[in-house]
């Protein structure tokens, strides 16, 4: 991928996502980890309405910014022709996919956190979730450039496709939606299914009740969550020329390769700053942390807190499994 000079607004805006993302975290508590755990354990779905309401306003606005155009754009080198950016559909590896999937659940309830979560809690002060980020970074890179390299590809050579392409190609990466046609009409009939089975879930948990306690409410953790993924992508696709969006699993693995190596190393779009070869997103994960310190400043929740050497081996265990699984899932 051409690697492009830096500026000063790739900066700003992919650091300032990752800021008001982290800030969002800390208040709402928002964890997947947590959200699915509170559901076994104490019955609870508080947090778990919280995470499907973030993911149907992003669902939403992103399908929109992608049908209006406003995901930036990019040259046809041959043609000169301007090009609007479109959401990234990843191939399904069911097998890859469910394994993947699998062993970063095992990994996240080890590390305390799920790749979001640990991240956020490192601007509270959690050592042991620094510890964590690490084993994620490791097991990530271990599995996309290292040792485990092959067998992620094995596991990922294991696709579906839904037919062939005008030059006779299989398709692998494809929305549900192309099960239906593949027409903007059956996409957002999709979209309202999902949006009115998720509303009446919702209502159920009183969205529009005062919260109560220092941090969000889970309905407005949710919502801005969900707000918040929508201007990742844009920021993305307009700064860092590839509407990505927040994600954590390879932009992590980007930004540890630019910290040791200089490069991120990346089929993504790559900026120079001072040196470095760095994704937009990888300097979103920057933020992230900073931004949960700001909230938990404010808060007075930000404590350093070191565990004993056991539980450090642990988180960091469960890291190296969250990052195997993540990358070979999908991210």
Known sequence: MEVLPGNIAVVLSAVLVGVAFGYVLQRGRYCVNTAFRDIIFINDLTLFRAYVLSVVVAIIGANLFEDMGWLGSWTDPETGEVIPNTLGRQAFAPVANILGGYLFGLGMVLAGGCGSGILYRVGEGLVAALVAVMGFAAGILMTLKGLLRPLYLWLRSYKVSIGTDEWGDPIYSFGLHDLFGGSVAAKWVIIAIIT?????????????????????????????????????????????????????????????????????????????????????????????????????????????????????????????????????GGG
């Open 196 to 328: 009115v089975a998720a509303g009446v879930f919702l209502l159920k948990g009183q969205p529009f009740q005062k919260g109560s306690g220092k941090g969000y409410k889970w309905s407005v953790a949710g919502l801005l969550i969900g707000i918040l993924a929508v201007v990742g992508w844009w920021a993305s696709g307009v700064w860092g020329q590839d509407p990505r969006g927040i994600s954590f699993t390879g932009p992590l693995g980007e930004l540890s390769l630019a910290l040791l190596t200089g490069n991120s190393d990346s089929a993504r779009q790559m900026f120079d700053f001072f040196g470095y070869k760095v994704t937009w997103s990888a300097l979103l994960i920057v933020g992230v942390p900073v931004g949960s310190y700001l909230s938990a400043r404010s808060l007075k929740e930000f404590a350093l807190k070191a565990p004993d050497a056991k539980e450090l081996l642990t988180v960091f265990g469960g890291g190296l499994l969250m990052g195997f699984g993540a990358a070979t």
